[in-house]
């Protein structure tokens, strides 16, 4: 399974290092980062002592858009007083989530926003589900290292897992659920109600892949109907 961690915009270099110390130690080896050069800094290899294969294959995109371009399902790391959305998973509960998403997907990406301001709204919009750490502090203190060290440690289990034979057709589900939905909004002429819009955004990201095949065969049968 590919399961890259995505970067946007790191300012500091010791905290991609660090990162890539957390990636390493607890099994991913794909590291994505956007707009930044940072990683070029000699401070990112000292701090990622041991992970310097990491460092050495990580992959530039100019956009998030472009980072994930090849990816099945996109988790978005937020603090709540940042997100449009609600939240939807603590780490832990992104567990049986993805577990049952290896099933049918092939190709996820954890994504971090910027140190001091996170990822913006239309960043937001590009992820299938949302997730944060819960902590006591009103003031988030959690930086960018550490968060990857806390995703890594909570989904390391996942990259134990044998991996499953996924046709294209399956990694694609998902994608396709999302383009009919957004056809059949504009269909209906309400493709401009926002507040329906991100609410089966948010949704459809939480769909096991049984839910999400009736869902193909309702708005089939919809489409059908509506073709009469």
Not at 49 to 56: N, P, S, V
Not at 103 to 109: C, D, K, L, V, Y
Not at 161 to 168: G, K, L, N, W
Not at 206 to 225: C, F, G, N, P, Y
Request: glycine share 4%; aromatic share 6%.
């Amino acid at each position: 399974m590919q399961f890259p961690i995505i970067l946007v915009s790191p300012a500091r270099p010791e905290n991609i290092g660090a990162a890539a110390r957390a990636m390493k130690t607890m099994g991913f080896n794909q590291l994505r980062i956007v707009a930044s050069d940072a990683h070029l800094q000699p401070a990112t290899r000292w701090v990622a002592h041991g992970a310097g294969d990491i460092i050495d294959n990580i992959q530039v995109y100019s956009t998030l858009a472009d980072a994930v371009t090849d990816m099945d399902f996109i988790i978005a790391t937020t603090a709540r007083s940042r997100a449009k959305f609600h939240y939807y998973a603590t780490p832990e509960q992104l567990v049986p989530l993805l577990r049952e998403k290896q099933q049918w997907m092939s190709r996820m990406a954890l994504v971090f926003g910027r140190e001091d301001s996170g990822l913006t709204n239309e960043e937001l919009a590009l992820a299938d589900i949302l997730t944060g750490v819960p902590m006591v502090a009103d003031y988030p203190s959690l930086n960018l290292g550490q968060a990857v060290m806390v995703y890594c440690y909570q989904l390391a289990s996942l990259m134990q897992t044998a991996p499953v034979s996924i046709s294209p057709d399956q990694n694609r589900q998902l994608d396709a659920l999302r383009d009919r939905m957004t056809g059949l909004l504009e269909k209906l002429n309400v493709a401009d109600d926002n507040k329906m819009s991100d609410w089966l955004t948010q949704r459809l990201g939480l769909l096991e892949q049984r839910d999400t095949a009736m869902l193909h065969r309702l708005l089939h049968d919809i489409e059908k109907k509506l073709a009469e």
